[in-house]
């Protein structure tokens, strides 16, 4: 009877621990399904809180590590996340899914060196694990590694190609455009159908400068909007506007709907094309459910003031209700390059103290720079505590227009008792010598530029330019002409100077002495008269703006009146009618003979002529520009 007792009880304790059991794998259960719920609504803290207060009372499993170390690595708890690891039995360390996401985490919390070492102890490696590796190289910014273990792998799949394109696209070289092209080109057929990969090969092109092909595949892929936007910003960072433009009409037939990110690319277009016609019928274009957004907002105030529109940025601006530091930013920029310097002074004043940033105390600096306001210049930049190259250069630039050559050298020496040499303040410099054609400051500023500065091509061949414009200018022409035979030699191509108007929805673009236009006699026939209404109005042509030999058939008019900007201007005067605003935008700065003559013209011509040029935008009027001459 004892003994039947005995197993009765036995078998009752068994059935209860049995039960005791179930209960904790029902609480393991419902802990790792909570943690997962609370993770995928980011409340990581609360789902680490979770694991917390039951860790003591569970078996730890993969999955709950899992979901412990997907929380630690999203609030890059380090030190929490390392304590788990070092509790994880060696079957657990040995698991795929725990060691992706110990790797996933050390990559996240920038520890590089430890995802790899969790990366190298697995046996067996998973394609999920290397792409996690690749992502935490990339994401530590070493995509040259993320490149080098691609190809380790035989078999990779949709997401290691996206990742190899995306790493290629980050290094940006040839070597990898090299290595993402002929991964392309040899990808199993599979894969060149899935969205992700094309996108991230796009990409690549678009990044690496390869934009013959991005276009080639561009036409060969599904149109979305984000391939678009992907063609549409490699387009406007390769200074070509109207590609991006023309895509957006293409877009438009094919039937696929514009979104604000789109709207955004093509403002940043029509601000670079600067002409306003172009740029109000894009704006008419945006749905107003997006004028709202401020971001888009912001935008557009930087855009009417590079159409020369300053009175719609300021619209714009005024109905922001809560302008951040960029809507001020950019009116005050837009009021600078139309040269309303004490406008952009008022807004300054007036902006609040803490939403005063870097970019502002250049953009004010320009400002002043570009009206000649020298003493507000010198105010507002002793204010400045922490001053970086660009509001330097800004303040240099002011004073070497202003012909405050010794102070604008005393700033460059300052600058660099703790910092390297920065070309744009000599070539200010420079720029400031050609005005007022001071030859011994220009021999002076760039040979410090060819001493200092050897391996920036594309500054050397501007200041050498300007520099034999200086020396032909002065009479120089053998040194001139000198120069610009070692330029020759040497490779460097000089920037070839840009005109361009619209007419009628049509862009004309002219270069000096152009004469491929369809009405190019038209336009030379009023060149001629142009020319003479400027000498019966007493303009004198000023042969030290002319910076090569003359030809035995050239005179110092013809030359002049032979300017892209005047070309330009002159097609606009053969239109019927006559447009009443007539708009120019020039890639290189405007000479001074040009700038003369044109004021001239507006007031011959009782006309209002807006021309942009490098640097500014000039409003000409009854005789007058908006620069005071001060360019």
């Known amino acids: 009877?004892?003994?039947?007792?005995?197993?009765?009880?036995?078998?009752?304790?068994?059935?209860?621990?049995?039960?005791?059991?179930?209960?904790?794998?029902?609480?393991?259960?419902?802990?790792?399904?909570?943690?997962?719920?609370?993770?995928?609504?980011?409340?990581?803290?609360?789902?680490?809180?979770?694991?917390?207060?039951?860790?003591?009372?569970?078996?730890?499993?993969?999955?709950?590590?899992?979901?412990?170390?997907?929380?630690?690595?999203?609030?890059?708890?380090?030190?929490?996340?390392?304590?788990?690891?070092?509790?994880?039995?060696?079957?657990?360390?040995?698991?795929?899914?725990?060691?992706?996401?110990?790797?996933?985490?050390?990559?996240?919390?920038?520890?590089?060196?430890?995802?790899?070492?969790?990366?190298?102890?697995?046996?067996?490696?998973?394609?999920?694990?290397?792409?996690?590796?690749?992502?935490?190289?990339?994401?530590?910014?070493?995509?040259?590694?993320?490149?080098?273990?691609?190809?380790?792998?035989?078999?990779?799949?949709?997401?290691?190609?996206?990742?190899?394109?995306?790493?290629?696209?980050?290094?940006?070289?040839?070597?990898?455009?090299?290595?993402?092209?002929?991964v392309w080109s040899q990808m199993p057929p599979i894969h060149y159908q899935n969205k992700y990969v094309l996108n991230a090969a796009l990409d690549m092109f678009i990044k690496c400068g390869d934009l013959s092909n991005a276009e080639k595949f561009f036409a060969q892929i599904k149109h979305t909007t984000n391939g678009y936007a992907q063609i549409m910003t490699c387009y406007n960072e390769q200074r070509e506007p109207m590609d991006t433009i023309n895509l957006y009409e293409k877009m438009k037939k094919e039937g696929v709907r514009p979104d604000s990110i789109i709207f955004l690319l093509l403002i940043n277009a029509c601000a670079q094309h600067g002409v306003e016609s172009r740029a109000r019928s894009i704006v008419s274009e945006i749905p107003s459910s997006m004028l709202t957004d401020r971001k888009l907002r912001n935008s557009l105030i930087h855009l009417w003031g590079k159409v020369s529109c300053v009175s719609e940025a300021k619209q714009v601006f005024e109905q922001i209700d809560q302008p951040n530091h960029i809507s001020y930013t950019a009116m005050i920029n837009a009021y600078g390059l139309n040269g309303l310097g004490h406008d952009a002074l008022e807004l300054y004043y007036r902006m609040p103290s803490e939403m005063i940033v870097e970019k502002t105390y250049a953009c004010i600096l320009n400002a002043c720079s570009h009206s000649g306001l020298v003493n507000e210049a010198r105010s507002i930049f002793s204010t400045i505590s922490m001053k970086n190259k660009w509001i330097y250069t800004a303040m240099i630039d002011c004073l070497s227009r202003s012909f405050f050559f010794e102070e604008a050298k005393h700033l460059i020496q300052e600058f660099e008792r703790y910092d390297s040499p920065y070309v744009p303040m000599y070539v200010s410099l420079l720029s400031g010598a050609r005005n007022q054609n001071n030859l011994s400051l220009a021999r002076e500023t760039i040979h410090r530029i060819q001493e200092l500065f050897q391996n920036a091509d594309e500054y050397l061949v501007s200041a050498a330019t300007l520099f034999t414009n200086i020396l032909a200018s002065s009479g120089e022409l053998d040194e001139a002409s000198q120069m610009r035979h070692d330029m020759y030699r040497s490779g460097a191509k000089k920037r070839s100077g840009l005109s361009w108007t619209e007419i009628n929805g049509e862009v004309a673009k002219f270069r000096v002495q152009d004469r491929s236009h369809p009405r190019t006699q038209e336009i030379y026939d009023e060149l001629d008269r142009i020319e003479s209404e400027l000498i019966e109005h007493g303009h004198k042509f000023d042969s030290s703006w002319i910076t090569r030999p003359m030809m035995p058939d050239e005179t110092v008019e013809s030359i002049l009146n032979s300017h892209s900007e005047r070309l330009a201007l002159a097609y606009n005067f053969i239109q019927r009618p006559i447009p009443s605003r007539i708009q120019i935008v020039k890639n290189l700065r405007i000479c001074g003979d040009c700038h003369g003559a044109i004021k001239l013209i507006s007031r011959i011509r009782q006309c209002q002529i807006v021309i942009r040029d490098a640097n500014r935008i000039h409003h000409f009027a009854d005789g007058k520009c908006s620069c005071n001459d001060h360019f």
């Open 1 to 182: 009877m004892f003994s039947i007792l005995i197993s009765i009880s036995h078998h009752t304790n068994s059935k209860f621990l049995t039960h005791l059991r179930t209960i904790g794998n029902l609480r393991k259960i419902n802990v790792e399904v909570e943690m997962k719920k609370l993770n995928d609504k980011q409340q990581y803290t609360k789902a680490l809180d979770l694991f917390d207060q039951h860790e003591h009372q569970l078996v730890l499993t993969d999955r709950l590590i899992v979901q412990a170390m997907k929380a630690c690595s999203q609030l890059e708890h380090l030190e929490r996340g390392q304590i788990i690891h070092k509790k994880l039995s060696n079957n657990l360390l040995d698991n795929n899914y725990v060691q992706t996401s110990l790797i996933n985490f050390y990559a996240h919390c920038g520890r590089i060196t430890d995802a790899q070492r969790v990366f190298d102890s697995s046996s067996n490696k998973t394609l999920i694990q290397y792409g996690s590796m690749m992502k935490g190289f990339i994401k530590n910014r070493m995509p040259e590694k993320a490149i080098e273990l691609f190809t380790s792998l035989a078999s990779p799949d949709s997401v290691i190609f996206c990742l190899l394109f995306n790493s290629c696209a980050r290094l940006r070289t040839t070597t990898a455009l090299d290595i993402g092209r002929k």
